[in-house]
């Protein structure tokens, strides 16, 4: 396959974000980080609502928990699972991890036991790290005999602060059967870890996600290629060492990882976080801090403009805004632009394209297809070969303006799937990694999202398939058949739907409230079904597959 779709031709209109020659040698992560820590361990390294710690504070922290974990057997090559929200104890396991040269598996928190035991399982984990208020139900239950290291949201705000609403009426747990995190670095500090440093083509994460087909992945990120997607923020949004980021995307997400706490240690500049999202926090804190630069999804920024005390904060440094991980309206970006003078800038990437794949410059404003009206997501990034394809016939290179199967090949594409030789070879062939989604290039580069090939749900960046649900879903005694599928949400972009028809018996007895509260309880928050329709036959082929495109089709108004 030659490549029709070469990012460079079209850049010529863009000189001043092109990036012309990567580095040779890219860094890891923990290089940019402890870069910074050498030339002004004072700097500023995280804000967490009004509590700062410098980067020579994050590195003594870092240090001494990489001491205690290697006590506990973290060698290596070893992964460590993360459970966490948005504080600082997570961006400080994650150095001390690759102080030891082991491997980070970041976990959603909303996970249940469940849904974390299979990420276990599959990452061979040996240490695990989660918030406290999480230990009792989805933690301790499939531990086994891993040790594991709790901590608290509050541990590193300090005594007499207030406490932000978010965090009010809960209170600091301990267990006899799991390490504190705080009193595991009291009791190292001061110590060295074995000098085990990573090389930027040793991993850095496995993280998971459902990509195209099946249950969840370990995409295996190196460091090198977060190295890669650093390089492009810095040029595609014009940052700098005056910048301050907002750590608004979940650190468990590729967004968070590169966008956030990756592009914070690349410029050596403050990374702003606040556990959980709440729009009256965020909103204070970018004042307070004046941040500069994120990467969130449209939801963010949707419940930003709806806050009531929007008009009381002054966030009018706040330029450097960018939205992915789900559609964004044109009508959604010129509100935002006449009501809170921000223009909404669009990205495109996936897990196995470590973040960006494809970014609109800043001070560029994308076009709208005039034949799907989609808004363009940008320009395929420098170093990245791009091809259209045929869906059909994969071969089969399309010209500028078809529509087909997205396609990529470049050094910010993973290698491949942990330990899923035949997954891997299903979506990667010869470094050609097929991404699944529908999309079009123009013949100035302006790439548009039209579909996506299979039937993952987008639930405000967060990936749902389909099977996961239905699971679920048929572990209840009334439910015959089920078909799940993702549906026009304005706030999410797409929330999910499950159409159920009944067992013999349960007609008029089982209601779609109690489905919904049987998935609630069953799986993560974004994942269970905000709609059920109870119907009399699914629709399927002569050959019984479920026709979800009908189901779609008939939702779509």
Same mark, same amino acid.
């Given at each position: /396959?030659?490549? =029709?779709?070469?990012?460079?031709?079209?850049?010529?209109?863009?000189?001043?974000?092109?990036?012309?020659?990567?580095?040779?040698?890219? =860094?890891?992560?923990?290089?940019?980080?402890?870069?910074?820590?050498?030339?002004?361990?004072? @700097?500023?390294?995280?804000?967490?609502?009004?509590?700062?710690?410098?980067?020579?504070?994050?590195? =003594? /922290?870092?240090?001494?928990?990489? #001491?205690?974990?290697?006590?506990?057997?973290?060698?290596?090559?070893?992964?460590?699972? @993360?459970?966490?929200?948005?504080?600082?104890?997570?961006?400080?396991?994650? +150095?001390?991890?690759? /102080?030891?040269?082991?491997?980070?598996?970041?976990?959603?928190?909303?996970?249940?036991a469940r849904e974390i035991d299979h990420l276990l399982a599959d990452s061979g984990a040996s240490v695990i790290i989660c918030e406290d208020l999480l230990y009792e139900k989805a933690v301790k239950p499939i531990a086994g005999s891993r040790p594991v290291i709790t901590t608290s949201a509050l541990d590193l705000l300090g005594k007499g602060k207030t406490l932000p609403q978010q965090l009010q009426g809960i209170g600091k747990q301990t267990f006899d059967h799991a390490t504190d995190f705080v009193e595991l670095i009291k009791e190292a500090a001061g110590k060295s870890p074995e000098s085990t440093r990573p090389h930027a083509d040793?991993?850095?994460?496995?993280?998971?996600?459902?990509?195209?087909?099946?249950? %969840?992945?370990?995409?295996?990120?190196?460091?090198?290629?977060?190295?890669?997607?650093?390089?492009?923020?810095?040029?595609?949004?014009?940052?700098?060492?005056?910048?301050?980021?907002?750590?608004?995307? %979940?650190?468990?997400? *590729?967004?968070?990882?590169?966008?956030?706490?990756?592009?914070?240690?690349?410029?050596?500049?403050?990374?702003?976080?606040?556990?959980?999202?709440?729009?009256?926090?965020?909103?204070?804190?970018? =004042?307070?801090?004046?941040?500069?630069?994120?990467? #969130?999804?449209?939801?963010?920024? *949707?419940?930003?403009?709806?806050? %009531?005390?929007?008009?009381?904060y002054n966030i009018s440094h706040f330029q450097k805004a960018y939205s992915g991980g789900a559609p964004v309206a044109p009508g959604t970006v010129d509100k935002f632009r006449q009501t809170m003078g921000l223009t909404i800038y669009n990205v495109y990437g996936l897990t196995e394209s470590t973040s960006p794949a494809t970014i609109t410059p800043l001070g560029e404003q994308g076009p709208v297809d005039e034949e799907s009206g989609a808004l363009s997501v940008g320009l395929v990034i420098p170093g990245l070969e791009a091809w259209i394809v045929d869906v059909s016939e994969p071969q089969k290179i399309l010209p500028p303006g078809r529509e087909g199967e997205l396609v990529l090949r470049g050094p910010s594409i993973v290698k491949g799937y942990w330990q899923k030789p035949e997954e891997t070879a299903r979506a990667i062939d010869n470094g050609r990694f097929y991404t699944g989604d529908v999309a079009k290039i123009d013949e100035q580069g302006w790439c548009y999202i039209v579909d996506r090939k299979k039937d993952l749900i987008n639930v405000s960046g967060f990936k749902v398939w389909p099977r996961?649900?239905?699971? +679920?879903?048929?572990?209840? %005694?009334?439910?015959r058949e089920a078909a799940v599928i993702g549906i026009f949400d304005e706030y999410r972009g797409e929330t999910v739907k499950a159409v159920v028809s009944l067992n013999d018996g349960y007609t008029g007895r089982v209601e779609p409230k109690e489905l919904i509260g049987f998935c609630k309880d069953r799986m993560a928050a974004y994942k269970y079904p905000r709609v059920v329709e109870i119907v009399d036959q699914i629709p399927k082929t002569p050959t019984g597959k479920i026709l979800r495109r009908q189901l779609r089709s008939k939702n779509s108004g």
């Open positions: /396959m030659t490549s =029709e779709y070469d990012a460079r031709p079209w850049l010529k209109n863009y000189p001043d974000w092109f990036v012309p020659a990567l580095p040779e040698n890219p =860094e890891t992560v923990l290089d940019k980080f402890l870069r910074t820590t050498a030339a002004d361990p004072g @700097m500023d390294c995280i804000h967490y609502f009004d509590v700062s710690f410098s980067y020579g504070q994050i590195r =003594e /922290m870092a240090a001494a928990l990489a #001491a205690g974990l290697a006590d506990k057997g973290l060698a290596a090559g070893d992964r460590m699972l @993360m459970v966490m929200q948005n504080i600082p104890q997570a961006v400080i396991a994650s +150095i001390a991890a690759w /102080m030891r040269k082991a491997v980070v598996v970041p976990v959603n928190p909303m996970y249940t040793d991993l850095a994460y496995l993280v998971y996600t459902s990509g195209t087909t099946g249950p %969840p992945k370990g995409a295996m990120i190196s460091h090198a290629n977060i190295d890669h997607t650093c390089w492009i923020y810095e040029s595609a949004c014009r940052l700098d060492s005056s910048d301050v980021v907002l750590g608004v995307a %979940p650190l468990f997400h *590729i967004t968070g990882i590169v966008a956030h706490q990756a592009i914070a240690f690349h410029l050596g500049v403050p990374m702003v976080l606040h556990n959980r999202f709440d729009a009256e926090d965020v909103l204070r804190l970018i =004042e307070k801090y004046r941040v500069t630069f994120t990467v #969130a999804s449209i939801t963010v920024y *949707i419940a930003l403009l709806n806050h %009531p005390g929007l008009k009381h996961d649900v239905e699971d +679920i879903l048929y572990q209840h %005694p009334g439910v």
